[in-house]
């Protein structure tokens, strides 16, 4: 029997997951941010990462945009296979509780809506929507508000077969090297292995959804992310690339399989301001 | 070193700074970014005059959040400074000396200060909810159609930011970054 849901159940979710996004870092973030300042060496570091937990207590406390740049909404919606919907379309919905969180949250606009005329649509949509059919009769709405200082900073690249694991780590470093303090550091960094490059560049996105602190399950891809981790804290570039030990507050891989020719990487970062939001319909 | 600096920030003044100042800035800085940078530099291709005399100004690249009824601005904090790399000696030109952005610029930028006698300044970016209480008067001036992007004129009440790269062309994070390096 299929759960049937008007697609208008989605405007007072979306509405409501921009707003807390921007206005609240959660818990797990907030605590990173605390043990990077325990771990910080650097003065000018540790000063900066006070500045940001003392900002991000602020943001919530007052219901303020944490970051000004409240990014391009990234939309994830997980749908059961259950759920039949009705009523207006999907995205129009979406795009619905976009536009009346981004007006009423007074949240910055920052969309234009075409990439080489650059008019601003004035209400920060199109969101950016994913969707996945899951088992189930839930609907699960996803929200993370992306900043331009760090999604401009990802790569994509295509490695050879045979460079494996080494090529992977050497490709991230490489990227962390060349962008320094421009996606405001400390970061988290996702990384998409296989796949195709749509695919690729998906599963880095969406690796940035999974809690700091948390590794990959299967162990190679749970080494690496440690591996690369300290790797990336090891190059010095520190809080919004001044300098000190915490560039990187954790590193997300995620692998798909890929065709015989091929192994494609995709970089994704996530800026100190890693906002995120979800709800379960 | 901290230091209190009220602003318009002259190229005598700019020319005491160094890279790692600690300053806290208070008086009128400009908001130019992406857009308005190339708004300006078609007006001046065309001959005609910049909307604003940048003569001893300080450049803020930020796009602020819209203010919430109550409050004189919105969260606001600074962008990537190297998207306007490409502006900095026309800038220089129009007599600007300050910018304030966050981030690593090109070499070429450390190269201009020297040459002009200006300092690139770097707040904390991601830190933009404190910073609203930071700004005590807001006017549009140029380019009100751009939105975040126009030029707006704000009265900062110590804002705190850091020298990043002084008129003698030292820059920060190169000295910084070595020191953390393993």
Redesign the interface.
């Known amino acids: 029997m299929a759960r049937v849901l008007n697609t208008e159940v989605l405007v007072p979710v979306l509405e409501r997951l921009v707003k807390k996004a921007c206005y609240e870092l959660n818990d797990n973030v907030m605590c990173a941010l605390r043990a990077a300042y325990d771990v910080e060496e650097s003065p000018i570091g540790k000063e900066t990462i006070k500045v940001l937990i003392e900002n991000g207590e602020f943001a919530k406390k007052e219901q303020l945009p944490c970051c000004h740049d409240t990014g391009a909404a990234v939309v994830y919606l997980e749908i059961g296979q259950d759920v039949a919907w009705e009523g207006k379309p999907l995205k129009e919905q979406i795009n619905e509780g976009v536009r009346q969180g981004y007006d009423k949250g007074y949240l910055r606009k920052s969309m234009v809506a075409d990439p080489l005329e650059r008019v601003n649509t004035g209400d920060n949509t199109p969101a950016i929507v994913h969707t996945e059919i899951v088992p189930g009769d839930k609907v699960t709405v996803h929200v993370m508000p992306k900043g331009g200082g760090s999604e401009n900073m990802g790569a994509f690249k295509v490695l050879l077969p045979g460079d494996g694991v080494q090529g992977v780590k050497d490709f991230v470093l490489e990227t962390v090297k060349r962008v320094g303090g421009n996606p405001c550091p400390p970061y988290i960094i996702g990384v998409g292995v296989g796949g195709t490059m749509d695919h690729c560049a998906w599963m880095a996105k969406k690796a940035l959804f999974r809690p700091i602190g948390e590794r990959h399950a299967k162990p190679l891809y749970a080494e690496m992310e440690e591996d690369i981790l300290k790797a990336v804290n090891d190059t010095g570039v520190g809080p919004l690339g001044m300098g000190g030990r915490v560039t990187a507050l954790d590193v997300h891989i995620d692998y798909y399989p890929v065709h015989i020719t091929a192994l494609p990487v995709a970089i994704n970062f996530a800026c100190n301001s890693a906002r995120q939001a979800s709800e379960t319909i | 070193m901290e230091m209190e600096i009220t602003l318009p920030l002259t190229k005598e003044k700019a020319k005491t700074l160094k890279a790692?100042d600690i300053l806290y800035l208070t008086g009128y800085v400009y908001t130019c970014r992406d857009?308005a940078h190339k708004l300006i530099e078609e007006a001046l291709a065309k001959g005609e005059k910049s909307p604003i005399d940048w003569q001893d100004q300080t450049v803020y690249y930020?796009?602020?959040?819209?203010?919430?009824p109550g409050m004189v601005f919105?969260?606001?904090?600074p962008?990537?400074a190297?998207r306007m790399d490409p502006f900095v000696e026309m800038m220089f030109q129009q007599g600007m000396v300050a910018m304030l952005g966050?981030?690593?610029r090109a070499d070429y930028v450390a190269d201009l200060c020297k040459k002009y006698g200006g300092v690139s300044l770097?707040g904390?970016?991601?830190?933009?909810?404190?910073?609203?209480a930071r700004v005590k008067s807001v006017e549009i001036v140029a380019y009100p159609e751009?939105?975040?992007?126009s030029i707006k004129k704000l009265h900062f009440d110590r804002y705190r930011v850091?020298v990043g790269t002084d008129t003698e062309g030292n820059v920060?994070?190169k000295?910084?970054?070595?020191?953390?390096?393993?």
């Open positions: 790692g857009a930020a796009g602020p959040c819209p203010a919430r919105g969260s606001n904090g962008t990537t190297s966050k981030g690593d770097l904390v970016g991601g830190a933009s909810a404190v910073n609203a751009l939105g975040t992007e850091i920060l994070q000295q910084e970054v070595p020191k953390y390096r393993r």
